[in-house]
């Protein structure tokens, strides 16, 4: 069992920077899980943005948000970090940090465990 606590959203103006953070905790070892960060927009379904796999070095981003995102982790802390740069607009939505028991899966049926989520906006 995983549970996840996000923090870090907030509002921001296009152009600028937020950093998420994702605190695990449980009594199953984090490094087995692969974690990703979701987004989700209004009306839309839950889509990925970025995951990195136990090792801490494989990852693997969206379209929409390579070049601009970073994913990183912290086995020891238990805690994985989003830094999204240069945000756009069509950033905005509902952010959750959810667990995997599988390799770098890019579809949300696929992780196992899921936080409440953090709301990002985006203002032009």
């Known amino acids: 069992q995983v549970q996840l606590v996000e923090s870090g959203g907030g509002l921001v103006q296009a152009g600028g920077s937020l950093r998420l953070s994702c605190a695990a905790s449980?009594?199953?070892?984090?490094?087995?899980?692969?974690m990703g960060w979701f987004r989700q927009a209004p009306g839309k379904e839950r889509d990925l943005v970025a995951a990195i796999a136990g090792d801490s070095v494989t990852t693997t981003y969206a379209d929409s948000g390579q070049g601009r995102f970073t994913i990183s982790r912290d086995n020891a802390k238990k805690m994985v970090y989003l830094q999204m740069d240069s945000l756009k607009v069509e950033d905005t939505g509902v952010y959750f940090c959810a667990a995997s028991t599988k390799i770098l899966p890019p579809t949300a049926r696929n992780y196992n465990y899921w936080g409440q989520g953090t709301q990002v906006t985006v203002s032009s």
């Open positions: 449980g009594s199953t070892t984090f490094s087995w899980y692969a």
